[in-house]
């Protein structure tokens, strides 16, 4: 039965999904229909069981000679409900006049009629009409629903007209009878009949948005877990009922259980969030604040968090929040990809046309620098090439940062990192003759990763040199570290005893052209944090304690070599006595308090 072309359902931009149902939702109106036909072939098998056992009843207590074949009659009509049953084949719905729809329903009336005809001890069986009549009209057509209502009809009348004479007075009140039952069972057949029908139209239209349910919920979840910002459902309880992949990543990276429910409140890291969403029920509406989270041990993210209340339009008690985590690193890398669009190829072209003129200064002063002798002179020529050679740096680092950078190379040897960490060091303790003052040392034995080894002298050269003017410049007062960080990632730090950065220098530390130093371009640290991303690796800061003494670290942690050795996975290090440190940890006070928090 078709659905109704006046549907209420307009099509919709997932339309293609329903019709990709439409085999399923057939199959499930199929199968309602099988149920329909088995329950009323177990009614008729149960009737006949009844009436068999009626008819062997009549003939124990010594009913007339009918009883006998009576008898006969019902066993084979119980045979043959229970061979319907068993062995026949479900008639496809809207099929009306197939043979077996007849025998079916003739059975039943030949039936039904002989046990009303040669009744015994007055029992009617007139009701038992009704059984046919139902069959045809919920399970066929309106045609054969009034056929079997007046075939029947035609029987009680034929009946009245035969058990009594003419025109008597008990032949009238069995007209009347009979005819009143005909009407009732063409009554019968027609509200069965369109019932039918209507609940058969009704259960389309509920299939079909069933499929559009179905198929909305399927694209709201695909979109969900594609999501790049973490989606969580929170109660009121601070309990966790769903999280996307973004999400269980932001709070407890790969470790997060999935076929348990977390609890907000159950650990200190996530006090902010738990903050944050008791905050929102408080005040019955939508927040938003900065906060950190840290998944694993070596990783800390800064977050901004929004919620949302899910009845906040209803006016109904809110029961969910929706809370929206979004990585402020995304976020800063669009505004830095938006900026440097913008300012791109106005500093190349900038830089090309002073590399010109400051090559001609540099060519002009080594010249005079021959011809001058006097020493006031001489300082007027060293003084012009350090600021020409300063000058040439800072070209050189904006068309680094100007030049459209090639993806990462997957021909990339492996490269042996302790040794090459090694080789660096060692060649920049020799040019900056820190001997005694940086400190080496490697933990992590047999790690190759993907990384360029002039791209990575330059990193660690770049973190180095930031390290020497900020540190003390006692023993040891530089170290480089090394360590496996799990399974497929390893950590290098560059740790100085330095004092601690400013707030405003800290929001702005990754960022191109800021500086706290007058003299310096700005772009180390930029240009360290662009060679960590085209290799996978990520670069970050903390405040953090190395022998006892605070100082700064930055830290670069980057994928190991797939087809090369992994690291080992450690859960404590060990170091020889004299020659290594443990690796730094944080302090052990924190400086974060409660989110400051603003309304939507």
């Known amino acids: 039965m078709a659905s109704d072309p006046n549907s209420q359902f307009a099509p919709s931009w997932y339309s293609t999904l329903e019709a990709g149902n439409s085999l399923q939702d057939q199959s499930h109106h199929v199968r309602a ?25 009549l003939l124990s207590n010594g009913a007339g000679g009918a009883a006998k074949w009576l008898v006969g009659v019902c066993t084979l009509h ?4 229970i061979a319907v049953l068993v062995w026949t084949k479900r008639i496809e719905p809207g099929r009306a006049f197939r043979v077996q729809w007849l025998l079916t ?37 309106m045609t054969l629903a009034l056929a079997t209502a007046a075939v029947t009809t035609l029987y009680l009348l034929g009946e009245a007209l035969i058990g009594a004479p003419l025109l008597s007075d008990v032949s009238t009140a069995r007209l009347l009878q009979s005819g009143l039952s005909g009407t009732g069972f063409f009554v019968v057949a027609f509200l069965a009949n369109q019932l039918a029908q ?5 259960e389309a239209l509920v299939q079909k948005s069933q499929a559009a349910a179905r198929s909305q919920a399927e694209v709201n979840e695909l979109i969900i877990e594609s999501l790049s910002e973490g989606v969580l459902v ?59 989270l840290a998944p694993d041990e070596y990783t800390t993210l800064r977050l901004f968090a929004r919620t949302r209340l899910t009845n906040a ?15 402020l690193r995304e976020v800063e890398a669009r505004v830095r990809t938006e900026k440097l669009a913008s300012m791109g190829r106005m500093s190349a072209a900038v830089a090309h046309e002073i590399r010109n003129p400051l090559s001609a200064i540099t060519q002009a002063n080594a010249l005079l620098d021959e011809e ?81 080894p002039e791209h990575l002298r330059r990193l660690l050269i770049n973190l180095l040199d930031n390290a020497l003017r900020h540190a003390s410049g006692q023993a040891s007062s530089i170290r480089v570290i090394s360590q496996p960080a799990g399974p497929d990632r390893v950590r290098i730090s560059v740790w100085s005893d330095s004092a601690p950065l400013e707030p405003s220098v800290l929001k702005h530390l990754f960022e191109p052209f800021f500086s706290s130093e007058s003299r310096s371009s700005g772009l180390g640290l930029y240009i360290c944090r662009e060679l960590c991303e085209r290799y996978g690796a990520q670069i970050a800061y903390q405040r953090s304690r190395l022998d006892q003494r605070e100082g700064n670290e930055f830290y670069v942690l980057a994928p190991t070599m797939q087809g090369g050795p ?17 690796p730094p940890t944080r302090p052990g006070t924190s400086t974060n308090g409660p989110p400051s928090l603003s309304t939507l």
């Open 234 to 292: 929170v109660d009121r309880h601070g309990v966790v009922r769903n999280a996307n992949p973004a999400a269980q990543g932001m709070l407890m990276g790969d470790h997060y259980p999935h076929a348990a429910k977390l609890l907000l409140s159950a650990r200190s890291e996530w006090e902010s969030l738990s903050f944050l969403v008791d905050r929102t029920f408080q005040v019955g509406q939508g927040l938003e604040a900065e906060v950190q």
């Open 78 to 81: 119980l045979a043959a409900t």
């Open 313 to 327: 339009q209803t006016g109904r008690p809110n029961d969910l929040c929706v809370l929206f985590l979004e990585d």
């Open 372 to 452: 001058v002798t006097e020493p006031g002179q001489k300082r007027l020529t060293r003084m012009i090439e350090q600021n020409a050679t300063r000058l040439s740096r800072i070209v050189d680092d904006i068309l680094n940062v100007a030049r459209a950078q090639p993806s990462q190379d997957e021909g990339l040897p492996a490269l042996p990192l302790d040794q090459t960490l090694r080789q660096i060091t060692h060649e920049w303790t020799r040019q900056n003759q820190a001997k005694g003052v940086l400190g080496v040392h490697p933990h992590a034995p047999g790690v190759h990763i993907s990384f360029d």
């Open 198 to 202: 209507r609940l058969a139209r009704e």
């Open 566 to 582: 992994r690291a080992p996975v450690q859960q404590s290090l060990t170091y020889p006595p004299g020659d290594s440190v443990p």
């Open 105 to 141: 329903i003739a059975v039943d009336l030949v039936v039904f009629g002989m046990l009303d005809h040669f009744q015994q001890a007055g029992i009617n069986y007139t009701p038992l009409f009704a059984l046919p009549v139902l069959l045809a009209a919920i399970l066929g057509s």
């Open 33 to 57: 229909y099988v149920r329909l036909w088995k329950a009323f072939m177990r009614a008729r098998v149960l009737i006949a069981l009844v009436l068999l056992a009626l008819q062997v009843f």
